[in-house]
């Protein structure tokens, strides 16, 4: 028993879209990635004004083979690492030029500062980078018709 097939279909073409579709596929998968990235960390950050969890941006290579997720908000640095006592320097925060420090609890010598709060670390334990990522290229994929 024999099958024969026969093609009409331009393979070619075919390959130039499939080629377009994967650079297009890996762009989306990428943003998938950090989205679900960035959803899973917003609820771990810690709001008072909302300045830190509103300043988060996402940014992608042209050709989505990296990306990077940032908060833009200049203190989320301190916040992550602590400050005072529980910061890099492991000292109590004192006064430059002043006699006090000016605080909510009324003037002060010196303070402990703030422990670190690392968000980030406790929203990425929960991301499934390759699930997300076939997530996000398969949903690409499937609207480009393959």
Same mark, same amino acid.
Do not use: C, H
């Given at each position: 028993?024999?099958?024969?097939?026969?093609?009409?279909?331009?393979?070619?073409?075919?390959?130039?879209?499939?080629?377009?579709?994967?650079?297009?596929?890996?762009?989306?998968?990428?943003?998938?990635?950090?989205?679900?990235?960035?959803?899973?960390?917003?609820?771990?950050?810690?709001?008072?004004?909302?300045?830190? +969890?509103?300043? *988060? @941006?996402?940014?992608?290579? #042209?050709?989505? =083979? %990296?990306? /990077?997720?940032?908060?833009?908000?200049?203190?989320?640095?301190? +916040?992550?690492? *602590? @400050?005072?006592?529980?910061? #890099?320097?492991? =000292? %109590?925060? /004192?006064?430059?030029?002043?006699?006090?420090?000016?605080?909510?609890?009324?003037?002060?010598?010196?303070?402990?500062?703030?422990?670190?709060?690392?968000?980030?670390?406790?929203?990425?334990?929960?991301?499934?980078?390759?699930?997300?990522?076939?997530?996000?290229?398969?949903?690409?994929?499937?609207?480009?018709?393959?």
């Amino acid at each position: 028993m024999n099958i024969s097939v026969k093609s009409n279909t331009n393979v070619e073409a075919m390959m130039k879209r499939l080629g377009e579709d994967v650079a297009g596929g890996l762009i989306a998968g990428t943003t998938t990635v950090l989205e679900t990235a960035d959803a899973l960390i917003s609820p771990e950050v810690p709001v008072k004004t909302s300045n830190l +969890v509103n300043s *988060g @941006t996402i940014e992608i290579s #042209p050709d989505g =083979r %990296k990306g /990077v997720l940032r908060w833009l908000a200049d203190y989320g640095r301190y +916040v992550v690492e *602590g @400050t005072g006592l529980f910061g #890099p320097f492991k =000292r %109590k925060i /004192v006064p430059k030029n002043a006699k006090a420090l000016k605080t909510p609890w009324g003037p002060r010598k010196s303070i402990k500062g703030q422990e670190p709060n690392d968000f980030i670390t406790r929203g990425v334990e929960k991301l499934n980078p390759p699930e997300a990522f076939e997530e996000g290229m398969g949903r690409y994929l499937k609207k480009k018709g393959w």
